[in-house]
């Protein structure tokens, strides 16, 4: 089972950039659709963007579509979430996910946990002032 690990956050002033990486190890990311969450003391985890297995479909929540950017790597290891224009929202941390129960649409996208998941520990992204 691929292990994940992010990391790229970091403290960042609004209208700033941060670049998240989500690097795979024992496995690559073109089996399973991978999807960025975040999750804030406000707020449940919430997805914010996926990319299918072959990336060709993406995804983005409303509140980032035109800010955020999710692509991977040509070596199929890693997956990046570029933020761009970050706001105070955005805050929380980031966690990256590859599990079969991901489905990632360009409308749309839609977990349901099975045992073959696999999550990364989180980076935390705080924007402030």
């Known amino acids: 089972q691929v292990q994940l690990v992010e990391s790229g956050g970091g403290l960042v002033q609004p209208g700033g950039s941060l670049k998240l990486s989500c690097t795979a190890s024992?496995?690559?990311?073109?089996?399973?659709?991978v999807g960025w969450f975040r999750q804030s003391p406000e707020n449940e985890r919430e997805g914010v963007s996926c990319i299918s297995a072959s990336a060709t479909t993406t995804f983005y929540k409303e509140s980032v579509k035109g800010r955020f950017t999710i692509s991977r790597g040509s070596d199929k290891k890693a997956v990046y979430l570029e933020m761009k224009h970050i706001v105070r929202e955005d805050t929380g941390v980031y966690f990256c996910?590859?599990?079969?129960?991901?489905?990632?649409?360009?409308?749309?996208?839609?977990?349901?946990?099975?045992?073959?998941?696999?999550w990364g520990q989180g980076t935390q992204v705080t924007v402030s002032p």
């Open positions: 024992g496995g690559t990311l073109d089996v399973y659709a």
């Open positions: 996910l590859t599990d079969p129960g991901l489905m990632c649409t360009a409308g749309s996208l839609h977990y349901t946990r099975t045992d073959f998941a696999s």
